[in-house]
């Protein structure tokens, strides 16, 4: 059975449901789902997990995520974007010096409210659904972090493209209706790139096509999103025969952290965590 993780070009128009709906067909498997939705309008990095592959899909969603956003001034929506209602415009006299001092406010820790055309949940409702009947409620700010935010160039007189790397939550259509608001002149989204994901790179993207095309030749091996961390060997089959069994293992003189480890054969067993001498698993990734 195919097993592995594909990084894909998400095409606009294509929910990240889709994409993995689509895919389930081309690799006859029904174990695919995605690292971090995508909103239909958005393109670039969406990484899919692939039969045992799957288990690492949690280690994928809350990494750092970078983004190339349009940002429009002088246009307020109801969902942020410029896919929505327009409720507002305002005319823009602003320079790119005063459009990129502004950034400087929204680095670091910030608070976000996430916006009515969401998949948060209030009170056990989607506030999108909400939303298409008319109703808004209260929402509570939530804390996400903005590692690095920068302009990147004028597109004309109201339109920018900035670059933004996040953490998980991050709502980039807030990030330019909150850009707007303290700008004097409201803000909104008209394009996002997705350019990193779980680590990978938008050069590491393939598209739909060419996954119809070569199928389980593009498929990377489940490690690969766990590159940051070293590798380690289990010395010898006992002590792989304990971790193929979920139990820990001591290893003294191993430095304290986190470990990609394989069997003797190389096969990728699991990640694991080692302290005190002692190697844990933290997810077991061989086959039954």
Request: aromatic residues 8%; contains cysteine.
């Amino acid at each position: 059975m195919p097993s592995g993780i594909l990084i894909i070009d998400k095409p606009a128009g294509w929910t990240s449901m889709d994409v993995c709906a689509k895919l389930r067909g081309v690799f006859r498997e029904k174990r695919v789902g995605h690292g971090g939705t995508l909103d239909p309008m958005a393109t670039g990095v969406l990484p899919i997990f692939v039969g045992q592959a799957t288990r690492a899909v949690e280690f994928a969603e809350n990494g750092q995520k970078e983004y190339v956003a349009g940002l429009r001034l002088g246009q307020v929506t109801n969902t942020q974007d410029i896919w929505g209602e327009t409720l507002e415009t305002h005319p823009v006299s602003l320079t790119a010096e005063q459009v990129a001092s502004a950034l400087a406010a929204f680095r670091g820790d910030i608070a976000q409210v996430p916006p009515m055309y969401s998949a948060v949940k209030v009170r056990g409702k989607k506030l999108y659904e909400l939303a298409r009947k008319g109703v808004e409620v209260e929402r509570a700010a939530r804390p996400v972090t903005i590692y690095e935010l920068e302009l990147l160039s004028q597109e004309s007189e109201t339109d920018y493209l900035l670059r933004c790397r996040c953490s998980k939550g991050t709502y980039l259509r807030t990030l330019c209706h909150d850009l707007g608001a303290a700008l004097g002149c409201g803000g909104t989204l008209y394009s996002l790139r997705r350019t990193m994901a779980a680590g990978f790179p938008l050069s590491a993207a393939v598209t739909l096509e060419e996954v119809q095309e070569q199928g389980e030749a593009l498929l990377l091996p489940t490690d690969s999103l766990f590159s940051q961390y070293p590798a380690l060997t289990v010395p010898g089959s006992q002590a792989e025969r304990r971790v193929r069994c979920g139990n820990p293992i001591t290893l003294p003189g191993t430095a304290d952290g986190t470990y990609r480890v394989y069997g003797q054969d190389g096969a990728f067993l699991c990640l694991s965590r080692a302290r005190g001498g002692t190697l844990t698993s933290l997810k077991n990734f061989f086959g039954a």
